[in-house]
């Protein structure tokens, strides 16, 4: 009998762990994804309706909202804009970053673990401790206000972060392939190339997701380095200037749209990539 209660107390309390653990997800899942449906909504909606009732549901499609933001809030430069320098800087991250991971962690030399710490040490800095430093450096170099200079700093910013994940996946690829390629005659640059990059591209996949996430919405960084001409604008300065338009001229519809059109390519991306960031993330653990 004794097994009996102590194997029904058990139950009960994994039951109620159960119970815990749902609510606490669903709970997550309303405050995680309430906002984002609430703006999509939102961006369907005319000024009035905002005005009057903001959480109701739309009675109609406003696409003009939609065109509005894309023409007269030109939502639709600014996002040519992020495209341009995203292109310019998710590559020379991408690259940069992959090819020192690679060396960190598949050659032992002089000076390895200091480098590999001086990435590490990159992740602690505040962004904000570099903006001054950052902006008389640029305008020294005559990059100021410019995309090249923004591509530039772009890479420097998001490189700790890339090694320091890269690094920690290039060692758990198996050296057997490395040495097989090596006494085939191949060079490291076409090991690296051909071999490793080919085999590694689930963490690829999922530190660029990441890298991606994190300088389209970058905010801080253009809006001390690129403010020359509006139209150099990126999109987060666009909407934030959306915003501050919007917010006299009353038409809270087009800032919802530009929000939604913001927005879409990050949701485009992430649910395109999902298992390969999934199998990225856990492929260190299987390993």
Do not use: C
Request: hydrophobic share 50%; glycine share 10%.
């Amino acid at each position: 009998m004794s097994e009996q209660k102590r194997t029904t107390a058990g139950e009960r309390t994994g039951g109620v762990l159960n119970v815990f653990a749902h609510s606490f997800l669903v709970l997550w899942v309303v405050m995680a994804a309430g906002p984002v449906v609430w703006v999509v909504l939102s961006s369907f909606r005319p000024h009035s309706e905002l005005v009057s009732d903001p959480f109701g549901l739309p009675t109609s499609l406003e696409w003009d909202n939609f065109t509005n933001a894309w023409t007269s809030a030109d939502i639709g430069q600014y996002t040519l804009n992020s495209l341009i320098i995203l292109a310019g800087s998710l590559t020379g991250t991408m690259l940069l970053g992959s090819m020192a991971a690679y060396v960190l962690a598949r050659f032992s030399f002089r000076g390895n673990r200091l480098i590999h710490t001086l990435f590490v040490g990159g992740m602690m800095f505040p962004i904000f401790l570099a903006l001054v430093p950052l902006f008389f450096i640029l305008n020294n170099f005559g990059l100021l206000n410019t995309r090249q200079g923004l591509i530039i700093v772009y890479i420097a910013y998001s490189l700790p972060f890339t090694t320091f994940f890269l690094v920690a996946f290039f060692r758990t690829l198996p050296g057997a392939v490395q040495e097989a390629a090596t006494l085939d005659g191949a060079s490291h640059t076409r090991t690296f190339f051909q071999i490793m990059m080919p085999m590694a591209q689930p963490g690829l996949i999922s530190i660029g997701i990441f890298n991606f996430l994190g300088q389209w919405n970058q905010f801080v960084l253009p809006r001390v380095l690129n403010v020359g001409s509006p139209d150099d604008a990126v999109l987060p300065q666009g909407l934030a200037a959306l915003m501050v338009q919007q917010g006299y001229e009353g038409d809270w519809g087009a800032l919802y749209a530009g929000v939604t059109m913001a927005m879409l390519p990050v949701l485009v991306v992430y649910v395109t990539f999902q298992r390969q960031v999934q199998s990225g993330l856990t492929a260190g653990a299987v390993r």
